[in-house]
């Protein structure tokens, strides 16, 4: 029933939202600033893509519909597709695990055309015990923009909470978007992919002062390759010429 339901989800999405408006975009057609339904977002299943501010108008259909009833939001996630499919290694081929997971196989590496930050949506439909998801691509800008699902889904407040907190996503209409992981005076967001990995400041709590202060980073860069020095007695000496 999966792809089945997937189709039928894209139809009934298609015919509900934007059948014959201006935003209206042909099926597979995945432009900037878009809102995929699908089965496996990217793997070939049913999809059908819509301008990223019908995203509420999406969801809302996907939940209200009695053949659809994705009544659940089980989860939101944020991605930054910043150096998609580009292997850390630097090397010709990939591997099936680590660091070269995401690498095309021809050895040239993968690549990605779309905006650098999206939003995946896990909807859940109880009555049909199917799972479907949800893809919308934020509208490229100083910070990364979508509307808020709280309207639709009330628990996605703090999903979307933890996006902005992590990846500096930017849901508009949100009744709260506060940081919700990090520290109020956190600064960047430290899931995107260019944030350092020794972070920006280090946080200690000072006795004198009696108060938590921010420093600047005193961790230096040291090579991670571990240096294995043993002795052997077969070259000792005194053992040599015997």
């Not at 939202?17 to 070939?44: C, I, T, Y």
């Not at 893509?49 to 659809?68: P, Y």
């Not at 580009?86 to 010709?92: I, Q």
Request: hydrophobic share 40%; with cysteine.
């Amino acid at each position: 029933m999966g792809s089945a339901l997937a189709e039928r989800a894209a139809r009934q999405v298609e015919e509900d939202v934007v059948e014959g408006g201006p935003a209206h975009l042909d099926r597979g057609q995945f432009d900037p600033g878009a809102v995929e339904v699908a089965q496996q977002p990217g793997h070939g299943a049913a999809g059908l893509a819509h301008a990223a501010a019908d995203l509420v108008a999406v969801a809302t259909v996907l939940r209200d519909e009695a053949e659809l009833h994705f009544e659940i939001l089980i989860d939101v996630a944020g991605v930054d597709y910043m150096d998609y499919g580009r292997s850390e290694w630097r090397t010709v081929a990939a591997t099936n695990s680590g660091f070269g997971r995401g690498v095309n196989r021809d050895g040239h590496g993968g690549s990605h055309d779309g905006p650098r930050f999206a939003v995946l949506y896990q909807l859940l439909s109880v009555a049909h015990n199917e799972r479907l998801t949800l893809r919308a691509y934020c509208t490229e800008g100083e910070e990364p923009t979508l509307d808020s699902l709280v309207g639709v889904y009330a628990y996605a407040n703090w999903f979307e909470r933890e996006a902005f907190d992590l990846y500096g996503i930017v849901f508009r209409g949100h009744p709260d978007l506060r940081r919700l992981l990090t520290d109020y005076g956190f600064i960047g967001h430290p899931f995107r992919k260019d944030f350092p990995l020794i972070g920006n400041v280090e946080v200690r709590y000072d006795a004198d002062k009696q108060r938590v202060v921010y420093e600047p980073v005193t961790i230096e860069a040291r090579t991670l390759v571990p240096k294995v020095i043993r002795d052997d007695n077969r070259y000792d000496a005194a053992l040599k010429n015997k």
